[in-house]
Nanobody, 120 residues
């Protein structure tokens, strides 16, 4: 099994910054890609940013220029640096890894979620 543990959420004023971290542990053969998603109350979960093992990144339009995703492959950890936060960024943030647990077996794993609240 694979476990993802998130940290770094909290309450911040608009314009402030937060840094989220998510570390994977367990039976990990390799990691294909890592990402962050968020879900606001009453809304569907949406993609925030993803990063491949090779370092290619993808961002939602709403966070481009404000958020930066990065990864530490050696430590199976992904980070999300969030700057210029807005009240509409308020949500529960979930990390997601696609993990291969063997040469032929892989799947999506999710963190437990961390609350980010941005006050106006």
């Amino acid at each position: 099994q694979v476990q993802l543990v998130e940290s770094g959420g909290g309450l911040v004023q608009a314009g402030g910054s937060l840094r989220l971290s998510c570390a994977a542990s367990g039976i990990i053969f390799s990691i294909r890609d890592m990402g962050w998603y968020r879900q606001a109350p009453g809304k569907q979960r949406e993609l925030v940013a993803t990063i491949t093992r090779g370092g290619s990144t993808n961002y939602a339009d709403s966070v481009k220029g404000r958020f930066t995703i990065s990864g530490d492959n050696a430590k199976n950890t992904v980070f999300l640096e969030m700057n210029s936060l807005k009240p509409e960024d308020t949500a529960v943030y979930y990390c997601n890894f696609f993990v291969f647990t063997s040469w032929t077996s892989g799947g999506d794993y999710w963190g437990q979620g961390t609350q980010v609240t941005v006050s106006s």
